[in-house]
Nanobody, 116 residues
Framework: QVQLVESGGGLVQPGGSLRLSCRASGFTFSRYIMSWYRQVPGKERELVAAISSSAGGVTNYADSVKGRFTISRDNAKSTVYLQMNSLKLEDTAVYYC????????WGQGTQVTVSS
């Protein structure tokens, strides 16, 4: 049974930090490109960050989060992380973990709320 389970979301003040985790099971994690997406009500889901399946971990970021967010993966733990620093009000969204290779899988999402 394939599962992507996100955790680490919550309420944080502007300028604060959160670390999201996504633990995978039921498929060969190391083969998959792993990404984080986010979505706010009424808008399309958007790519936040992605990391390749290679050991080198090539990364890609949305312009809006470059320099603030860092994606990483631990293939031994089948887990992908998103370190979010200097959070802004506009980072408020539901964040989803995504896995892509020959199939595509999605997590259930975790809410991140940035508010003073």
């Amino acid at each position: 049974q394939v599962q992507l389970v996100e955790s680490g979301g919550g309420l944080v003040q502007p300028g604060g930090s959160l670390r999201l985790s996504c633990r995978a099971s039921g498929f060969t994690f190391s083969r998959y490109i792993m990404s984080w997406y986010r979505q706010v009500p009424g808008k399309e889901r958007e790519l936040v960050a992605a990391i390749s399946s290679s050991a080198g971990g090539v990364t890609n970021y949305a312009d809006s989060v470059k320099g603030r967010f860092t994606i990483s993966r631990d293939n031994a733990k089948s887990t992908v992380y998103l370190q979010m620093n200097s959070l802004k009000l506009e980072d408020t969204a539901v964040y989803y973990c995504n896995a892509v290779w020959n199939l595509t899988y999605w997590g259930q999402g975790t809410q991140v709320t940035v508010s003073s």
